[in-house]
């Protein structure tokens, strides 16, 4: 069974340009979780989605960012315009049913904003 | 807002040490779950724990969940360098998604 995978891991991205970070949850898992760290601090939960619909983006900024889980294909965090406090690590992580289910995280993607 | 302090934040010790990382908070949670997070890694989870005043081990490591449901320690025997890795507690409270902590980076040296 393929755990939950990320891609890119790495994304290099200039200033104003967008970012496009991809997540495709364990097999059978229909929720999916973003999480952003930044160095020196923990994990930030972003958004809770179940597919094609979004159960609660109370910690994702106002503008700028964007999540969807489509009824096929992986679930995307769009950035718009990067500015350099976007710079971390975003992690997407599944479940098989809700948030009180055990989440599976994946490694993870690098964000550079140059 | 709920939080969840951890300390140490950083430990840096000699294999075959024990140690003790705590997280606390002023909230309950209805469950509280530590992960371990390798370099360049999403975070892995180790253990779950649910009722207050639990104790569950896992080979050298040992979890407690605090009787009130607000705090929990993990205590590792004989430290390895394999034990090397940041050391996260995360809350669930009611339906909500996990509340995490900072973290502990731990440093096991041979």
């Known amino acids: 069974n393929a755990g939950v995978m990320q891609n890119p891991r790495h994304l290099v991205r200039r200033r104003g340009q967008e970012a496009r970070l991809r997540c495709s949850p364990m097999k059978g898992h229909s929720h999916v ?21 979004i159960i609660d983006e109370s910690g994702m900024p106002k503008e700028r960012f964007s999540a969807e889980f489509p009824k096929e294909g992986p679930s ?6 990067v500015v350099r406090g976007d710079s971390a690590a975003y992690f997407c992580a599944s479940s098989l049913r809700g948030s009180q289910e055990t989440q599976y995280f994946g490694p993870g993607t690098r964000l550079l904003v140059l | ?22 997280c606390n908070s002023s909230s309950v949670f209805s469950s509280l779950q530590w992960y371990r997070q390798e370099p360049g890694e999403g975070p892995v989870l180790l253990v779950t724990v649910v009722t207050g005043g639990e104790v569950k081990k896992l080979k050298r490591l040992t979890f407690q969940f605090g009787d009130a449901r607000k705090d929990s320690s993990l205590h590792i025997t004989a430290a390895q360098p394999g034990d090397t890795g940041l050391y ?22 041979p």
């Open chain 1, 33 to 53: 979780y973003w999480y952003r760290q930044l160095p020196e601090e923990g994990l930030k939960f972003m958004v809770y989605l179940q597919k094609e619909n």
């Open chain 2, 88 to 109: 996260l507690c995360a809350g669930v409270a009611g339906y909500s998604t996990l509340t995490f902590g900072k973290g502990t980076m731990l440093l096991v040296s």
């Open chain 1, 76 to 81: 995307i965090l769009r950035i718009q315009q």
């Open chain 2, 1 to 22: 807002t709920q939080l969840l302090e951890q300390s140490p934040q950083f430990l840096s010790i000699q294999e075959g040490e024990n140690l003790t990382v705590y």
